[in-house]
């Protein structure tokens, strides 16, 4: 930015001025990237400054600029949609119809049962001490017999009234068993005879056969996630394979020929923050990763690269704007492709858009800015991939705000938080270009326009990987 009148003006920066309100004055290392409003700009939040506070005078001023620069900004999207809406329309992508398969349980983890999962067996299927100890049969005290039952082992004997026998936790009980007897609960005299030190119960542990289900019974409906506990009960109840939903395919394409990929940055060169953080994440949003491709800020590069390929989403990172290498839009238009979203009221990430290339297949374009692509991974990629993997929208949930956060006038904002307790607690260095912020967050709260103040209730994204993260960790 040059200090020229001209310049500030365009440049300006509302929110900027709202993080001086908020740190009392002092600067904030944020960077919240440029504004530019189309409509009157309403006022913040109650308590998000004081009507006498010299700062907001301030910044009141800044918001007539904001104004300004904002008509600067509507030539360009014109069409910008509400950042709920552009979530919505994201996630009614049409999903491909009958793609279920068959895949063992190993690789049915983080994917979602296309077929309701019904018990193959009784479960337990036989009746079974729940107890290390003594099947007993009658009354006490109990002749005990010599060889004792393990788990594992065939039938065994019939046990006839004043009789017990040796039994471990798992094995099956014998027939005309009326209790068993905890190990800590009986003792036995040099006749081996048994007596209870404690009253016994007629079936006391002991899990009688199709306890928790019935072969038939239905255990999971089509739609769950498959996670590590679904693993084990679908073993449990016989499987060896599930019919799931296989991963969308996504293929990730890093177009700017400013990136480096090893070493520091150096004339101008800048490291792709991109490259490495994409492909866990969209994994962690259900996706298979098929291909990570570099491009550089080649538009023919890019438009063949959109033509062969079939991924179910193809994710770019920068050229979204209209700067003279912002390849992505052209190349859009020249493939006839439809324009579903194009630009988001939100902040960071406007840019971002949202387009169906052909018949089941669609495009998400990430701003370049890294904390910008991630509102895009979130507001666009995040949802159509839950469609497309046949995953169900998490609850939405709200905590209030430990600090308040000044808010974009009009567009929504997306600030790492942390959790800490049941309050989200707004990290610094949350501008569009740092990454800084959101590698220490557990969530992004959905700050509406004009901010929210401390303890207003607001909605949170959780990120992947501080819900369960199972598909980060497993796969
Ligand atoms: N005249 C205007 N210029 C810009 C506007 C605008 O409204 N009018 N919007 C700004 C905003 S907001 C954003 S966000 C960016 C989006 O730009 P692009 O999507 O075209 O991205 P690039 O120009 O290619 O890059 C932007 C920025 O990000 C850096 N970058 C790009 N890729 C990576 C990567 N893989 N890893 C790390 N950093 C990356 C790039 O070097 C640029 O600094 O446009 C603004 N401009
Ligand atoms: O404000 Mo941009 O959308 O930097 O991210």
Redesign the pocket.
Known sequence: MTASGRFEEVDFDVEEALALVKEGGAPVPDDP??T?ASRPVPSPAPGAGSAKDPAEQQDAGRQDAGHRAAE??SA??PAATPWPRARAIAGRAPRRPDTAVSVTLEAALGLVLAAPLAALSDLPSFDTSAMDGWAVAGPGPWDVRAEGVLAGHGGPQRLTDGEAVRIATGARIPQDTSAVLRSEHGRTDEKERLYATRDVVHGQDIRPRGQECRSGDPLLPTGTLVTPAVLGLAAAAGYDTVAALPRPRAEIL???D??LTEGLPHDGL??????PMLPPWLRALGAEVIAVRRLGDDAEALRKALRSSDADLIVT???????P??H?HPILRRLGAELLVDGVQVR????MLLARIKENQHLV??????L??VSGLLTLAEPLLRTLAGRTAPEPYALPLREGVHGHPYDTRLVPVALRGDRAVPLHYNG??MLRGIAVADALAVVPPGGARAGQELEILELPWAMAGIEVCFT
């Open positions: 990237g440029s530019g600067h900004h360009e999207h890093v177009l700017g400013e990136l800048i490291r792709d923050a991109l490259g990172t920068g050229g979204t704007a209209a700067g290498v912002d992505v960071p990430g406007h840019p374009g990430l701003p370049g800015n890294p910008a692509a569009p270009a």
